[in-house]
């Protein structure tokens, strides 16, 4: 049984927050929604909050909570030891996505730097800088840079690691994205924006395009499913309210989501020169163009003054590492948490994480493609975690779940509808999503079954294939020796 935990709900919201934040909030976000209808695209986006992200985030709290482990042991205290694999499958993909995310928290860092030291303004091509930066070792120091900040926060344990540190950077990082809405509200023209964003064209709202591009949204920027707020809420004390806490984490991701729209929005539309919903649409190289190549050519158009120009990319670029930064630390700290389960101590399994994130981490770092091939596999592998969290309540029995571990602990109690949700909805939901995307990425180029092609239906299949067989291989040499302890 952990002998740590949050010190109170407060810091328990913002670390939680930590995680759920991330880039997909501020950068993913907006192009998502101007590539559907804008406003129009929130309706589904809000029902999926309640049918797919809030469920599933209730659920790893309950888990957490009740298991005191990672997901590599928490999955089979529910769903019996014969599935300790599907455990070990939620912890790999969440590592797998630290290797390159490390990487992208990495550039937020670069820009950052360039923006505070005025290099940023110093380029009139912005492609070219990006290019310049992402063609060469660079990425790699960064990469390197904050995996090992992560590693440190994380060695110090909850308190004075997680907790600490979310306070500071999560509680900024609101302060900051709501002093940018403010100002982006007030360039001429912003209103626009902000029009196109909260505005439903009612019409399109039978477009099923709308409505599975609003459930990868929120299956992805909230951190349901990943395993990481299942491995937070480890430390929970045993008076921390589940549902409330799962309900603050849910809307307050969601809030911050539609404030970053509203910063990208506004100073989109005021300032581009040409359509601003294709620039926001903007992917580019590795999915950066909106946010590394548009958006600093857009802040050097803010005003006549330099100064503020340079304050506002630093408070974007801060915010934006600060979201990056956070969600990377919970990813170590659940590689981190099931090593130490399985019997490594815990500085030498922050170090091992360390070291195998830095390592596998460099490809991505170095190849653009090969870090959209990663983004790819593994990002579409979340949905398959989504559902397996699933699976292990149903195998549990989810209205004993639902009554024996989520309510007796909570000040608003969970309504029978959840069972609904968790039984039926949420497997439904994964598998609709999951044949949405392999058979999109099948039409995509002849050679949809290449396992060495960037994104298509092969790679997928050839990376998940040999993760499962190894851990179905491992699950079942080591079956005779799990033992498991209920007491929490």
């Known amino acids: ?136 070792y660079q990425p790699v120091f960064y990469q390197v840079l904050t995996i090992g900040l992560g590693a440190f926060i994380i060695s110090r344990g909850v308190v004075k690691g997680i907790e600490s540190i979310s306070k500071i950077l999560v509680s900024a990082l609101i302060i900051i994205l709501i002093f940018l809405a403010i100002k982006a509200v007030s360039l ?21 395009k709308i409505w599975l591009a609003a459930l990868t949204q929120n299956a992805w920027d909230t951190g349901a499913g990943w395993g990481l707020i299942l491995t937070y809420a480890v430390y929970l004390r045993k008076k921390d309210d589940i549902a409330l806490n799962a309900s603050i984490l849910g809307f307050g991701n969601n809030s911050i989501s539609l404030l970053a729209g509203i910063i990208i929005f506004s100073t989109t539309f005021a300032l581009s020169n040409g359509n601003p919903l294709a620039d926001i649409s903007s992917s580019g190289p590795a999915n ?46 659940l590689t981190s948490k099931g090593l130490t389960e399985i019997g490594i101590e815990k500085n030498k399994a922050i170090f091992f994480t360390s070291l195998i994130g830095i390592f596998l981490g460099v490809p991505s770092a170095l190849y653009n493609d090969f870090l959209i091939n990663q983004d790819w596999v593994w990002g579409v592998a979340l949905i398959i975690s989504g559902g397996f969290i699933s699976f292990a ?65 092969g790679t997928c299949v050839f990376q998940w294939s040999i993760v499962l067989f190894v851990l179905i291989l491992l699950n079942r040499i080591y079956l005779k020796k799990i033992k498991f302890d209920y007491e929490n």
Request: include cysteine; glycine fraction near 6%; charged fraction near 15%.
């Open 1 to 136: 049984m952990t002998k740590e935990f949050f010190t109170s709900r407060w810091t328990l919201i913002l670390s939680t927050l930590g995680i759920a934040v991330g880039t997909g909030n501020i950068w993913r976000f907006s192009r998502i929604v101007a590539q559907n209808e804008g406003g129009t695209f929130l309706i589904p986006w809000l029902v999926f909050l309640f049918i797919w992200s809030l469920p599933l985030i209730i659920a790893e709290f309950a888990i957490g909570k009740f298991s005191r482990n990672s997901p590599i042991f928490a999955i089979p205290k529910l769903a019996g030891k014969k599935f300790l694999w599907i455990g070990g499958f939620i912890t790999f993909v969440s590592t797998a996505i630290m290797f390159y995310y490390s990487v992208v928290t990495g550039w937020c860092v670069h820009y950052l730097i360039s923006a505070l030291t005025g290099n940023l303004f110093k380029y009139n091509d912005f492609n070219l800088m990006w290019n310049n930066f992402s063609q060469s």
């Open 188 to 208: 001429p023209n912003s209103l626009v924006g902000i029009e196109y964003l909260f505005t439903p064209n009612f019409e399109k709202l039978l477009d099923h």
């Open 288 to 333: 950066t163009g909106m946010t590394f190549i548009i958006l600093p050519q857009l802040f050097s158009k803010i005003s006549d003054s330099a100064f503020i120009n340079s304050t506002f990319a630093v408070g974007f670029f801060l915010a934006l590492s600060m979201a990056a930064f956070t969600s990377l630390i919970s990813m170590i700290e």
């Open 393 to 457: 309540v149903i195998k549990f029995g989810v209205e004993k779940f639902r009554t024996e571990i989520i309510n007796p602990d909570s000040d608003y109690k969970i309504a029978k509808i959840f069972n609904y949700i968790i039984k039926y909805l949420i497997p439904f939901q994964a598998i609709l999503l999951l044949f949405w995307w392999l058979y999109s990425s099948a039409g995509w180029d002849s050679n949809w079954l290449n396992p060495f092609h960037k994104e298509n239906l």
